[in-house]
């Protein structure tokens, strides 16, 4: 029996056929690269982080550029390649979906087809098998959970197996203007890191400038980016709370509610993953429900999915 999400594409509708298959072959050798590239050049880049920092300094410049550009890129993960793409919690006009499309992307964390089509399949098969990313895939020993924790938090990435985007993101594929933003990620990469090293040159009227901007605001913005993001699939389906009733083993985990722009309420988002809003108890940060909201009132976004009192006591474990 293949699993549903909610009111996405994949739970309306499969061929005459039977449903199609959960994987689209092998990536290329060049894709494989890539994911290796845009993963390990970050990484590298954090890692010299500290000594870069105590030997030639870290100005303002750059502090406001990683801000901007971390919030840029990562609400083009949470609010557009999630909840919108992903999930349809909010229909947006055309023209606010490729800008979307486009922030999400300059994340580096994927192109926005194989990132829906990857998301979608987590949650038809969360935390089983079939599921890219679940940390339960190897036991619960202690080396299993180790073992699980690793390949959760980045150790999929390196799998070769391609998600398919028939199945799981056939709505996108029929979108030319989020195809065509699908097929320029090459683009937006290459702007994302580029593009804060030009601003920085241009505003301190230097190449150190350049560097420095580079640097923070490029390669570093984008690796603790990554690590947000892998966080909340792998510590946010390992420890926290889980105050609703999910089918996995989803939770919250609070310390990663401002970084990770909400989405660290993975409890409810499990519970309710159309939901526009994640954190919903009192006190709960969600960042990327208020981007939303704010969009709601522009006029850009509609049809918005809140949260009714009456369904999260539905969903609340104490009902």
């Known amino acids: 029996m293949t699993a549903t999400l909610g009111d996405s594409p994949v739970s309306r509708k499969e061929t005459t056929n ?9 990536r290329g050798p060049g894709v494989q690269f890539a994911v290796y590239f845009g993963v390990l050049a970050p990484l590298v880049a954090l890692i010299a982080a500290v000594p870069f ?23 083009g993960i949470t609010v557009a390649f999630h909840r919108h793409f992903t999930h349809g919690s909010f229909k947006a006009k055309p023209w606010l979906r490729v800008v979307m499309a486009i922030a999400g992307s300059m994340a580096v964390q994927g192109p926005v087809i194989t990132w829906v089509a990857d998301h979608r399949r987590h949650h038809a098969f969360s935390d089983r098998e079939g599921d ?30 391609k998600s398919n985007a028939q199945r799981f993101a056939p709505d996108l594929l ?48 984008v690796c603790v980016l990554h690590h947000v993001t892998w966080s909340v699939n792998s510590i946010c389906h390992m420890i926290g709370e889980r105050p609703f009733a999910a089918r996995d083993r989803s939770a919250n985990f609070w310390p990663m509610a401002v970084l990770s722009f909400g989405e660290s309420w993975h409890n409810l988002h499990h519970a ?14 969600d960042i990327s429900a208020r981007v939303i909201w704010l969009f709601e009132k522009l006029g850009w976004a509609y049809n918005v999915r809140w949260p009714t009192p009456k369904r999260l006591d539905k969903l609340s474990v104490t009902a």
Do not use: C, E, N
């Open 18 to 26: 039977g449903p199609k298959p959960i994987l689209d072959g092998k």
């Open 53 to 75: 920092a105590w030997g030639w300094g870290l100005s303002w410049v750059d502090v406001a550029l990683f801000v901007f550009f971390y919030a840029f890129s990562g609400l």
């Open 132 to 161: 890219p990313h679940s940390p339960w895939l190897f036991g619960t020993s202690p080396l299993a959970i180790a073992k699980g924790f690793w390949h959760a938090h980045m150790g999929w990435l390196f799998d070769r197996d």
């Open 174 to 221: 029929k979108d030319k203007a989020i195809v065509k933003v699908d097929q320029l990620f090459w683009l937006w990469t290459l702007l994302t890191l580029v593009l804060p090293g030009i601003i920085g040159g241009l505003v301190t009227w230097s190449w150190w400038g350049a560097v420095t901007a580079f640097f923070w605001a490029g390669l570093v913005r």
């Open 272 to 285: 309710d993953p159309t939901s526009a809003r994640h954190g919903v108890k009192r006190g709960q940060i």
